[in-house]
């Protein structure tokens, strides 16, 4: 199986998450040589609602034919999806390796099974999501492939030119409820958190200090990284820990990966899971179980003087950077 092209929404889509996709995309493009094209706003919702029609009165199979004898055999195209696509559309056609980036649990599998049924091979980049599939009889080729880092990004070691202490990207409830616990027995601790404003969520996000009130939106990609290397520590999360009736499925996110690159010590919650061990999460942060532990080990961080801690991180960032995922991603290629 050859990878002739990669689709990519970067002329529909600047929504804050999306810089990262980019980067991915950016990355395989490089490396295996191939180009990237992207559709605009206008000609994804005309597609959309047009392969909607075509679905519901029956002219699905006809197009599919029709995509099968224009496109070169065993060449394909390579896109992310960041959710499953629940319908049929030129995402899933048969040409298409579909690259699957967040997931549901509650997902219908046999809808799923049948939305993507064209597709030779289909990338999932969570372990549990692959698990979860496979657990449910999934008859379609699934593989998993791990998210990535692109290997631009090399691990910032000015420990001592950090300004704020702590930050929150994703809030945890019980990680933030520990966080304000901690402000208040010690009034210097200046942590930054994330919020939306007007509730927009992925949308006009807003950082604020505890100690120093509304920093800025940062939604411009190197604003944010620099943002990141100005904190000391990171709270982290899997999806899914501490939420009432979560549709998450506690997998690893790359927001770990940019905390860990950008100097941020982590202070974590998550699940013991197969995925969660399968990146040795514990190397990096035990997941904390009391607010006791939680106040010494932030302690700690905050006081620590050292560099010791950035051993580590180098160790965790060797397997996770681009340059290790597509060549996995070459070794999965040859066999379809």
Not at 21 to 31: G, L, P, S, V
Not at 82 to 90: H, K
Not at 256 to 284: K, M, P, Q
Request: hydrophobic share 35%.
């Amino acid at each position: 199986m050859q990878i002739k092209n990669i689709y990519s929404t970067r002329k529909s889509n600047s929504e804050v998450y999306s810089d990262l996709i980019y980067e991915w995309e950016d990355c395989i493009a490089q490396e295996l040589g191939v180009p990237i094209f992207s559709s605009n706003k206008i000609y994804e919702r005309i597609s959309y609602f047009t392969y909607r029609i075509a679905y519901k009165i029956g002219l699905s199979g006809f197009l599919q034919s029709v995509n099968r004898l224009i496109s070169k055999p065993n060449s394909y195209t390579l896109i992310y999806h960041l959710f499953p696509v629940t319908g049929f559309g030129y995402k899933v056609f048969s040409d298409k390796v579909p690259y699957l980036i967040d997931f549901d649990k509650n997902i219908d599998i046999d809808n799923f099974s049948k939305v993507y049924k064209n597709c030779k091979l289909i990338l999932v980049s969570s372990l549990n999501a692959y698990n979860l599939l496979k657990q449910g009889n999934c008859p379609l080729n699934i593989v998993h492939l791990p998210l990535g880092l692109s290997n631009s990004y090399q691990l910032w070691k000015d420990y001592k030119g950090k300004k704020y202490d702590a930050i929150f990207v994703r809030k945890n409830r019980v990680l933030q409820e520990y966080a304000e616990r901690y402000a208040l027995s010690h009034p210097n601790f200046n942590y930054v958190f994330r919020t939306w404003s007007d509730n927009n969520i992925y949308r006009n996000n807003v950082y604020v200090s505890n100690l120093e009130g509304v920093l800025g939106e940062f939604s411009d990609r190197k604003e944010y990284i620099n943002l990141l290397r100005s904190s000391k520590i990171a709270f982290y999360s899997t999806p899914g820990t501490d939420e009432v009736n979560s549709r998450f499925i506690n997998h690893v996110t790359p927001s770990l990966f940019e905390f860990i690159v950008n100097g941020c010590r982590i202070v974590a919650r998550y699940t013991d899971n197969e995925e969660t061990r399968s990146f040795g999460l514990s190397s990096i942060a035990e997941s904390i179980t009391s607010y006791e532990i939680f106040e010494k080990i932030l302690t700690e961080h905050i006081n620590d003087e050292t560099d010791n801690y950035l051993i580590k991180s180098e160790e965790f960032l060797k397997n996770i950077y681009m340059s290790n995922i597509i060549e996995k991603l070459r070794q999965i290629l040859k066999k379809y």
